[in-house]
């Protein structure tokens, strides 16, 4: 019997023992317990942030409040980074009935009603409409970049003055865009847009009538044409934003910014084989025009104006309030960092491809030239064959740059496949910086192989063009996300005249005009070989360009969720849970947050 007590008291735990382990299994519940009002408070916060509080409210009646102010508290700030997501709205019903008190601003708000709505046949036919007109757009723009050479014959001009036909464009088209944006936040965009192309499609067929000692009226046909594109191509976005929300309006705004690449591709492929097909170089450029007719066509019989910021707002009413008058508009946007800095960098890139896209071509050709020992580029069997192989990089290029950006940010916002791990709300300025990353070694290779080695510089420009791709629908997905619909044709236009001004606007004249410098001081200066070896040198120039635009990027990624906070402020989107952030910051230690 002695022998049994002492085995027993032998493997019995001691009290310390016992202590310890109930310790642990209590340490153990509450953690569980905490993990579990952790989870609840993440979907409850998310789906209050959307409904103005409606979940918050139905807890309260099942639970009270206390319980729903500790599950609502959690250990994160509701208002960090990674505690909601504003791109993908779960469903969820209201309870319109419920409230925490009486106060109004407790009341559940339900989204707008305009979001809960299917997407009619109507709604995806004028956004087709709209794809079409910008594919046109970036086409004209770029028809004449392929015949640029035969332009150059015909006017018997220099590359600055080749140069300064782009520059006209652009300069008359940013200078109409502020206009456009104005009348399109407050007048019938349909309209606008019909008025435009009718300019453009008359400017595009008179210019290629003009004689060849009149070049002077051919450069003011170029400009008026940037009249008639200004109207649309500052409106679209915004009438895209008011007809589709969420990940689908990036995905959609992710297909109307293929045109960019693909319709310039098209631009030099479409000028180069026209031009070699009928033997003038005019019909080159008529080809836009014609197709521009029809567009003016289906505008008006199908193309319906929306009401603005019928996604943001179910009264939209209530945004007059936020559109106060133009010079009170600027003056917001300016005080707008992410808006600032975003669009200096998107300058950036602009210049670096409008010029490469305007010069690339010609270089090209000199370049061919050079290698056969050629006294003149009219002496290639084919002189208009790396055009075309250039448009038909751009347009792969910038097709898969185009998707991957806007994909990439997607994933990255959502936290998915590869970006599990790097899951964030600046996802958008993020990836534009990354594509310029890429863009900035690659285009320094490109120069320095196309004298050397055709299929490396080609494949060089490949991945220079798809990063440089990157940021063509992300950057408007980040516009329209901290600019209220009232503005969102005023900031586009902004972001345009300055984009376009300082971007390619004055780019190809630049680069045009150092190329003249260069060449002048070379031994033959009217040789294929001094024509590259003076627009290889400048070429360096918007390759340098490209870092300060890395730069802004990043600093957009540090302002961006001030700002994106601001703008759901100003859309009533932040709900009023009755509950201080300061409460909701301290409502756990530094102790339990760490448990969780």
Known sequence: MALSLTMLLAVAPSSSSLHSLRKNRSNKKKKKTMDCLSIIRQKCVRSAWRSNGAPIVRMAQTYGSHDVNTAAAGSRDPWSDDSFDDKAPESFTTDDSASIDSNDSNKPVPLPSAISQPRTCRDYTTFSILCLIN???????????????????????????????????IATFVVISPICGYLGDRYNRKWIMAVGIFIWVAAVFGSTFIPKDAFWAFMTCRAIVGIGEASYAVICPSLIADMFHGIQRSRMLMVFYFAIPVGSGLGFIVGSAVSAATGQWQWGLRVTAIAGIICLLLIIIFVQERPRGQMEVDNTDQLGSLSEGYLKDVWALCKNPTFITSTLAYTCVVFVVGTLAWWVPSSMQYAEA????????????????????FG??????????????????????????CCKFIRTERSDPIVCAIGALIGLPCLFFVIQTIPTSPVASY????????????????????????????????ANAIQILTSHLLGDGSGPYIIGAISDAIRVNLPDPDSPNAHWTSLADSFYIPNAILIPGIILYVVSALTYMRDRRKFQEEM????????????????????ETSKI
């Open 459 to 490: 494949i060089w420009m490949f991945f220079a063009i798809t990063g440089l791709c990157f940021n063509w629908a992300t950057n408007v997905d980040m516009l329209m996300s901290v600019v209220v619909p009232g503005r969102r044709s005023t």
């Open 392 to 417: 038909f990089i751009t347009t792969i290029s910038g097709f898969a740059g185009v998707s991957i950006g806007t994909l990439g940010s997607n994933m990255m916002n959502k936290g998915t496949w």
């Open 370 to 389: 050079d290698r056969q020992n050629l006294t003149s580029i009219s002496d290639l069997e084919n002189p208009g064959q790396s055009t075309i192989v």
């Open 572 to 591: 009533g989107q932040l709900p009023d849970l009755g509950i201080e952030k300061s409460k909701i910051n301290s409502a756990y230690s530094s102790e």
């Open 135 to 169: 594919l046109l757009n970036y086409m004209d723009r770029y028809t004449i970049s392929g015949v640029l050479t035969d332009i150059q014959k015909f006017y018997e001009i220099n590359d600055a003055m080749a140069g300064l036909l782009q520059t006209v464009f």
